[in-house]
């Protein structure tokens, strides 16, 4: 068993704040998170009043895909994710943190 997150983030963010929530948490199999992936790619389209047409567009194969939802006024782009955790200090089943860090390394610091 493992822990996976379905974020969304809206990628067609001209007109208003750019999106970045998470749509659901899935503790299960890998198979059984890519079917929870693909069943929000299916119904996702908070932002389109009265949908009119949705295509998808595979950006990793079983791990995110671009969601373009059609309406009456307008097209949305969402790419909808699926992540896995690998870290977690209170899980002893998972490493701390990520291997190949530099312990005390501020990203974009200089060396």
């Known amino acids: ?50 949908l009119v047409r949705r295509e998808v567009f595979e950006y990793l194969p079983d791990r995110a895909y671009l969601v373009r939802t059609r309406g009456r006024f307008g097209t949305v782009d969402n790419l909808i994710a699926l992540l896995q955790k690998v870290a977690d200090t209170a899980d002893p089943e998972l490493p701390d943190g990520l291997p190949g860090a530099v312990p005390g390394a501020l990203p974009g610091a200089a060396f």
């Open 1 to 50: 068993m493992a822990d996976w997150l379905i974020t969304v983030h809206r990628v067609d963010a001209s007109d208003v704040t750019p999106e970045f929530k998470t749509l659901r948490t899935v503790r299960g199999t890998r198979e059984e998170a890519v079917a929870a992936l693909r069943a929000e790619c299916n119904t996702y389209a908070p932002h389109v009043s009265k």
